[in-house]
Nanobody, 125 residues
C-alpha cells in the first residue's frame, strides 16, 4: 500500500505559478514510478508528467512541456509538480499516482495501482 496525499492546488491567474506536492506513506516509495494526471469536467483523465523510480528520467505531455517540471525526493517520499505559465486550459483536478517500477513507465492510468484524492487547480483568464 502506498497512500498518497496531494496538496498545493488553488486559484491562480493565467501566467501564474503553483507547486503541487504529493506525499506518500509507507516504506516502498522508491519502488514506484510516479506521475501526475489531471481531469477536467467532462474529460477523461489525462497524463501530465511522470518520473521514474530514481528520478533520473522524466516524461511530459506535449501540452505542458517547457512549463511544468516534475521532481521527487525519495528521502522525503514526496513528488512535486512545479507549474509555471499556467493557462485556463490547465484547470482540472490533479491527481498523483504510483506505478510499481518492476514494469516500464507508462502514461496510461490503468497501469497505476495507487492514487491520491486529487487537488483542484483553477486558472482564471
Amino acid at each position: 500500500q502506498v497512500p498518497l496525499v496531494e496538496s498545493g492546488g488553488g486559484l491562480v491567474q493565467a501566467g501564474g505559478s503553483l507547486r503541487l506536492s504529493c506525499a506518500a506513506s509507507g516504506r516502498a516509495f522508491s519502488n514506484y514510478h510516479m506521475a501526475w494526471f489531471r481531469q477536467a469536467p467532462g474529460n477523461e483523465r489525462e497524463f501530465v508528467a511522470g518520473i521514474n523510480w530514481s528520478g533520473g528520467t522524466t516524461y511530459y505531455a506535449d501540452s505542458v512541456k517547457g512549463r511544468f517540471t516534475i521532481s521527487r525526493d525519495n528521502a522525503k517520499k514526496t513528488v512535486y509538480l512545479q507549474m509555471n505559465s499556467l493557462k485556463p486550459e490547465d484547470t482540472a483536478v490533479y491527481y498523483c499516482a504510483a506505478q510499481l517500477s518492476i514494469v516500464s513507465f507508462s502514461r496510461l492510468p490503468p497501469e497505476y495501482s495507487y492514487w491520491g484524492q486529487g487537488t483542484q487547480v483553477t486558472v482564471s483568464s
